[in-house]
């Protein structure tokens, strides 16, 4: 009897998490780990391993949250890439409109630039609204955007794709020509899988992907990651 009653508070206690877990999200949404529970998630805006120097408002867990659909999508390029002892790596994936908000503060004080030489040496602060690196909406915040790169499953380090994440610099457009061509080779593995399973790329930035035919086209979300 007295085992009974433990399994059963178990079971409660589970539910109960899963319940929450579906509970603190808006409909539609999901954490991606219950879909991919290997996926490897390094949201860089949690940490102060960014172009701003600092954490971002509104990422207050390392959590990895998307739209359904886009999670689903995202667990048949996982399955694929394990055929060949790789993994993905997130780092980011929804990303509420108070965190663009953030950005844009951050993109006007001028004076701010701790991290330009990492993230953006060849490219004035002043200019990166023009050149399109930073924008007054993402869509990153309607849950179906991610940033990613592929890893060894190995020794668990990124494959090289020619240019750090979130570079900003013509290293960082697809199509770049001055790399090698393991480099090449490398980002033409990922723009083919993620494509093949319905994410369009962006031009301007080898990690930056949304899913084809998203659930939220013209919706901004601001809940935080937690």
């Known amino acids: 009897m007295k085992n009974k009653i433990i399994i059963c508070l ?11 877990d579906t509970t603190n999200l808006p409909e539609g949404f999901v954490y991606v780990k219950t879909i991919i529970p290997d ?3 390094e949201l860089r805006y949690y940490s102060t391993h960014n172009f701003v120097g600092d954490t971002i408002v509104g990422y207050k867990a390392n959590t990895l949250i998307l739209t359904k659909q886009s999670a689903e999508a995202l667990k048949k390029v996982q399955d694929e890439l ?3 002892n790789l993994c993905l790596r997130v780092y980011d994936g929804y990303r509420p409109q108070r965190a ?3 950005f844009m503060r951050w993109a006007k004080d001028l004076n701010d630039t701790i991290n ?11 200019f990166l609204f023009r050149e399109e690196y930073i924008a007054t909406r993402s869509g990153h915040s309607r849950g179906s955007t991610v940033d990613l790169t592929i890893i060894d499953g190995n020794t668990n380090e990124p494959l090289d794709m020619g240019s750090p994440y979130d570079f900003f610099g013509q290293q960082s457009w697809v ?9 090449k080779a490398n ?5 083919q899988v993620m494509l093949k399973h319905n994410f369009r790329n962006y031009s301007k930035e080898w990690w930056h992907f949304t899913l084809r035919w998203e659930p939220f086209p013209d919706t901004y979300f601001d809940f935080e990651v937690e």
């Open 82 to 84: 394990q055929q060949q």
């Open 39 to 41: 996926i490897d998630v």
């Open 187 to 191: 980002r033409q593995l990922l723009q």
């Open 116 to 126: 330009k030489q990492e993230f953006y040496p060849e490219v004035e602060k002043r």
């Open 100 to 102: 663009v908000n953030h």
């Open 175 to 183: 199509n770049y020509e001055n790399i090698t061509d393991e480099q």
């Open 10 to 20: 178990l079971l409660l206690i589970s539910f109960g998490f899963t319940k929450q």
